[in-house]
């Protein structure tokens, strides 16, 4: 009897065993099956808010429609879940359409918006800081006569050409140095880093540029320089204004120099 009851205990133990073994894998499955769904509806999360952000700066509002109805019709997610993955969407697709509205699309720089409230933060930081900084206005010259005789595309070309320019001449932007196109031919950057704060060391480079390639002209500038003292802080939009009255009066000078040089018929 002793070794039935034995037997008999042993068996037990042994499906208990296999019940609990099963319940586990059971468990395991279920727990691996949430977490793929999971990684496929983040996945179909982050592909949805792509698409809204084309779809926005397309104006499709049918295609807008039907992809925030898939996204509030997320399946298998607790309702915490559910609106926990629909507010990233929206943050994403609210923070692309910032970045677009601050951007240039034809450089990737700022606009004349971003540069503006951009730059105002890194004065405050130069201020807290007392940092100099200092505001270079850029104009690309010939530009109009580009577009005029060689078409819009050509000048596109040389405004991305520009784009480029600023980023080598200010490899540290992003951080250290705010950089824009403020419209049509006229960029700014602003850095507190010294070494190309001055127009003599910006034009220079510029002219020490290879040519665009083709028929284009080489990159010639007018540049005016604005300079930010942390003791006695100024606005963005008074740094600004000086700098570009700077590059205009360069621009003067410059042409007035230009016309002394050339020959006049007899």
């Known amino acids: 009897m002793m070794e039935t009851g034995s037997v008999s205990r042993s068996a037990e133990a042994g499906a208990l065993r296999a019940r609990n073994a099963q319940t586990s894998r059971a468990r395991n499955a279920e727990a ?4 793929r769904s999971a990684q496929a509806l983040r996945a179909r999360n ?7 952000r084309a779809a926005a700066m397309e104006s499709d509002d049918a295609h807008m429609t039907r992809l925030l109805s898939e996204l509030l019709r997320f399946q298998g997610l607790t309702r915490a879940q559910r609106v926990s993955l629909q507010l990233k969407a929206l943050l994403n697709l609210v923070h692309s359409l910032r970045c677009v509205a601050l951007t240039d699309d ?22 807290r800081d007392v940092r100099s900084a200092h505001l270079i206005y850029f104009d690309v010259n010939h530009l109009e ?5 060689m078409g819009r595309a050509a000048g596109d070309v040389m405004i991305r050409q520009m784009g480029n320019f600023m980023r080598d001449l200010y490899p540290s932007y992003g951080v250290y140095e705010v950089l824009g196109r403020l419209g049509g031919d006229e960029f700014a950057a602003l850095t507190t880093c ?23 002209p080489a990159l010639s500038l007018s540049a005016g320089v604005a300079h ?20 205009y009066e360069h621009k003067r000078v410059t042409r007035i120099a230009s016309s002394e040089q050339t020959p006049h018929p007899a």
């Open 32 to 35: 691996l099956r949430r977490v």
């Open 46 to 52: 982050a592909e949805l808010a792509g698409q809204l």
């Open 106 to 127: 034809l450089t990737g720089l700022y606009n004349r918006r971003g540069f503006m409230q951009t730059g105002a933060r890194l004065l405050d930081v130069a201020t």
């Open 145 to 149: 006569r580009t577009n005029h005789t």
């Open 194 to 216: 010294p070494e190309y704060a001055s127009r003599g060391a910006v034009v220079l480079r510029a002219g020490r540029r290879p040519p665009h390639g083709g028929d284009l």
């Open 228 to 247: 930010f003292n942390p003791r006695c802080p100024v606005g963005i939009d008074e740094l600004l204004e000086s700098a570009e009255q700077a590059m």
